[in-house]
């Protein structure tokens, strides 16, 4: 028999959770759901790279240690957050803050709700007892153990609803900044329902505030798209470059629904977003791209899982990543079609720029078919820039630099070009734009 020994880090983080549990929004069903979630997290600890899903990723080596809960900020934390908010403010939204794991409702524009649309703390909702709604935020899968842990030490979020019909004429903006001096961790967890025939946009943004340095983000977001909804969402990570950001995203689709999301991340020095889509309604149709820009020593890891349970359905994933200096990036993406699934329709291709000897890209596509009536593909490729193309540009008077950042613009383009919106396209693209000046 193998007898695993306690360390002691696992009895630090032991005694933070005991320590916390009266911090922690929910009583009864949802305490025992949080106990079990931390036990879960206990027997595996963090992830390590025997685990196949995380085997580019290992925590063990690069996180080491889960940092204490950052505490309830205070005024100054408040401020420094305000102005990191408002240096990367988008204009024609709708801005709900969330701040060291907590959501600052000063922050936040809660004003004249549109109709059909409901907007509540996740601390709110389980100090209440709304039990439909805790039971959702909390039913995901704990067999993952950085999920399992967000479940059980998640302070605060956001939980929206959205009636059935409702057309929202500005997108919804959550955003994460971290503003403690002294390292610490923060778990947040969100929750969004739409209902029947919505249309709704989302941006999610990671920041810092100023002399924030050396802290850990554990988020997740649970998203149910009702029939014949469309959800566009948009993800931002420009956390500081020492900071560990662990996400996760579970998205269930209804019949004729539509998905469309897109991830950026240039910041943190290490993170790792799992995102599960599930077309459980025939019809559904669901567009994924996302794009790294790292370097330095950054570890930027995209995991996404594509589960079509259901038939005629279909999927595009697009993921483009740009990695300089001794960067890593890492994308595994598996599509799994069930038996059920005929008439599928999923096509995944990966890319990665290498822009220096000692980058390294993993990528591992994966299919997993269970029917026979599909139609299913997927491929990666890894490359530099084109030495003939650089040339070419430079001989036309263009600095090396500008020439590799145009070649750069237009590698990922693509991905970036599936922002259905034309202002958050922008957004997007200032925000590359950053990471390639920086890099000049």
Same mark, same amino acid.
């Given at each position: 028999?193998?007898?695993?020994?306690?360390?002691?880090?696992?009895?630090?983080?032991?005694?933070?959770?005991?320590?916390?549990?009266?911090?922690?929004?929910?009583?009864?069903?949802?305490?025992?759901?949080?106990?079990?979630? %931390?036990?879960?997290?206990?027997? *595996?600890?963090?992830?390590?790279?025997? &685990?196949?899903?995380?085997?580019?990723?290992?925590?063990?080596?690069?996180?080491?240690?889960?940092?204490?809960?950052?505490?309830?900020?205070?005024?100054?934390?408040?401020?420094?957050?305000?102005?990191?908010?408002?240096?990367?403010?988008?204009? @024609?939204?709708?801005?709900?803050?969330?701040?060291?794991?907590?959501?600052?409702?000063?922050?936040?524009?809660?004003?004249?709700?549109?109709? @059909?649309?409901? &907007?509540?703390?996740?601390?709110?909702?389980?100090?209440?007892?709304?039990?439909?709604?805790?039971?959702?935020?909390?039913?995901?899968?704990?067999?993952?153990?950085?999920?399992?842990?967000?479940?059980?030490?998640? /302070?605060? @979020?956001?939980?929206?609803? &959205?009636?059935?019909?409702?057309?929202?004429?500005?997108?919804?903006? +959550?955003?994460?900044?971290?503003?403690? /001096?002294?390292?610490?961790?923060? %778990? /947040?967890?969100?929750?969004?329902?739409?209902?029947?025939?919505?249309?709704?946009?989302?941006?999610?943004?990671?920041?810092?505030?100023?002399?924030?340095?050396?802290?850990?983000?554990?988020?997740?977001?649970?998203?149910?798209?009702?029939?014949?909804?469309?959800?566009?969402?948009?993800?931002?990570?420009?956390?500081?470059?020492?900071?560990?950001?662990? $996400?996760?995203?579970? +998205?269930?689709?209804?019949?004729?629904?539509?998905?469309?999301? %897109?991830?950026?991340?240039?910041? @943190?020095?290490?993170?790792?977003?799992?995102?599960?889509?599930?077309?459980?309604?025939?019809?559904?149709?669901?567009?994924?791209?996302?794009?790294?820009?790292?370097?330095?020593?950054?570890?930027?890891?995209?995991?996404? %899982?594509?589960?079509?349970?259901?038939?005629?359905?279909?999927?595009?994933?697009?993921?483009?990543?740009?990695?300089?200096?001794?960067?890593?990036?890492?994308?595994?993406?598996?599509?799994?079609?069930?038996?059920?699934?005929?008439?599928?329709?999923?096509?995944?291709?990966?890319?990665?720029?290498?822009? *220096?000897?000692?980058?390294?890209?993993?990528?591992?596509?994966?299919?997993?078919?269970?029917?026979?009536?599909?139609?299913?593909?997927?491929?990666?490729? /890894?490359?530099?820039?084109?030495? $003939?193309?650089?040339?070419?540009?430079?001989?036309?008077?263009?600095?090396?630099?500008?020439?590799?950042?145009?070649?750069?613009?237009?590698?990922?383009?693509?991905? +970036?070009?599936?922002?259905?919106?034309?202002?958050?396209?922008?957004?997007?693209?200032?925000?590359?734009?950053?990471?390639?000046?920086?890099?000049?």
């Amino acid at each position: 028999m193998n007898v695993v020994a306690k360390t002691e880090t696992g009895r630090a983080l032991g005694d933070a959770f005991a320590s916390a549990r009266d911090r922690l929004p929910g009583k009864g069903k949802i305490a025992d759901q949080r106990r079990q979630a %931390f036990e879960a997290y206990e027997r *595996s600890g963090l992830p390590h790279r025997r &685990i196949e899903d995380w085997k580019y990723t290992d925590l063990r080596a690069l996180m080491r240690e889960v940092l204490p809960l950052a505490p309830a900020p205070d005024a100054a934390a408040l401020g420094r957050a305000a102005a990191a908010a408002k240096l990367r403010a988008i204009d @024609g939204v709708r801005r709900l803050v969330l701040v060291d794991g907590a959501f600052a409702p000063d922050l936040s524009d809660l004003g004249s709700l549109e109709k @059909g649309l409901g &907007i509540r703390p996740l601390r709110e909702v389980l100090d209440a007892g709304d039990g439909a709604l805790s039971a959702q935020a909390f039913a995901t899968d704990i067999s993952d153990p950085m999920i399992a842990l967000n479940g059980a030490m998640a /302070t605060d @979020g956001v939980v929206i609803e &959205i009636a059935d019909g409702a057309v929202l004429a500005q997108p919804l903006h +959550i955003v994460h900044v971290a503003s403690g /001096t002294a390292p610490a961790s923060m %778990f /947040t967890r969100s929750l969004l329902r739409l209902g029947r025939d919505t249309n709704v946009t989302l941006v999610e943004s990671y920041l810092a505030g100023e002399g924030t340095k050396a802290y850990q983000a554990h988020d997740a977001l649970i998203v149910a798209i009702g029939d014949n909804a469309r959800f566009d969402h948009v993800r931002l990570v420009e956390d500081s470059i020492d900071a560990f950001n662990i $996400s996760s995203a579970t +998205i269930s689709l209804g019949a004729h629904a539509h998905l469309n999301t %897109f991830g950026l991340t240039s910041g @943190g020095h290490v993170s790792r977003y799992q995102l599960t889509v599930t077309c459980a309604g025939e019809g559904s149709k669901v567009e994924t791209n996302g794009v790294n820009l790292i370097n330095g020593t950054q570890h930027a890891d995209t995991t996404l %899982f594509m589960d079509h349970a259901v038939p005629h359905c279909a999927s595009r994933e697009i993921f483009r990543a740009v990695v300089d200096d001794r960067a890593h990036s890492v994308f595994q993406g598996r599509i799994i079609v069930r038996p059920d699934a005929q008439k599928t329709d999923a096509k995944m291709m990966t890319r990665a720029l290498l822009l *220096s000897d000692d980058a390294e890209a993993d990528n591992k596509p994966e299919l997993e078919i269970f029917a026979d009536d599909v139609t299913c593909g997927h491929g990666a490729t /890894t490359g530099a820039l084109d030495e $003939s193309l650089l040339f070419y540009m430079r001989a036309r008077g263009l600095p090396e630099k500008e020439a590799q950042a145009l070649l750069i613009q237009a590698f990922v383009g693509e991905a +970036i070009e599936s922002i259905a919106s034309d202002a958050l396209r922008e957004v997007a693209i200032a925000t590359a734009q950053r990471w390639l000046e920086a890099r000049a």
